[in-house]
């Protein structure tokens, strides 16, 4: 298994059958895994920036958070696995939308695909809102004044403890 994660914006591929042949030179399997993922999603295949062949690296990230959200999503593949019945009956395309709308605080609580097309240069309109609207399909208010993903509150019980409130 192989799970390769952009940095910046948490933007995922995973690919369950890899040998470890298949990934020399490393650079050859990848970039095509994540152009596929981008062309998946409607972006542009330099959308992450250019994909160079020859540069890819395995490096380790300098950010724990990153490191934190790649485990987090590393369980989710485990458990999508698990539920499917095994890597050979796992749902790859319905894996992958799962994983770039995945929301993190580490981001701020705005899945990957949104991060992505704020930088993107303008194309396609990207699907990345949580109901399956179109992203082209504009949303009341300005984004001064509304938050398209709150950030979570804290279960009932406890924030009443926490006031003294029983």
Request: with cysteine; net charge positive; proline share 8%.
């Amino acid at each position: 298994m192989l799970l390769v994660t952009h940095a910046e914006t948490l933007f995922c591929a995973f690919a369950p059958a890899v040998r470890a042949a298949s990934l020399r030179p490393l650079g050859a399997f990848v970039v095509p895994l994540i152009t596929r993922q981008l062309a998946a999603e409607g972006l542009p295949a330099g959308a992450l920036g250019p994909l160079d062949c020859d540069q890819a690296i395995i490096a380790k990230t300098a950010d724990r958070q990153v490191l934190g959200c790649m485990n987090d999503i590393a369980r989710v593949c485990q458990h999508a696995a698990a539920d499917a019945g095994g890597l050979a009956r796992l749902d790859l395309t319905a894996l992958h939308y799962r994983l770039q709308r995945n929301i993190t605080s580490a981001r701020d609580y705005v899945p990957a695909v949104e991060l992505i097309a704020k930088q993107a240069p303008a194309g396609p309109q990207v699907n990345a809102n949580r109901r399956g609207l179109s992203a082209a399909f504009p949303t009341l208010g300005t984004p001064a004044t509304r938050r398209e993903y709150p950030v979570p509150r804290p279960h009932r019980r406890f924030a009443a403890e926490r006031h003294g409130r029983p």
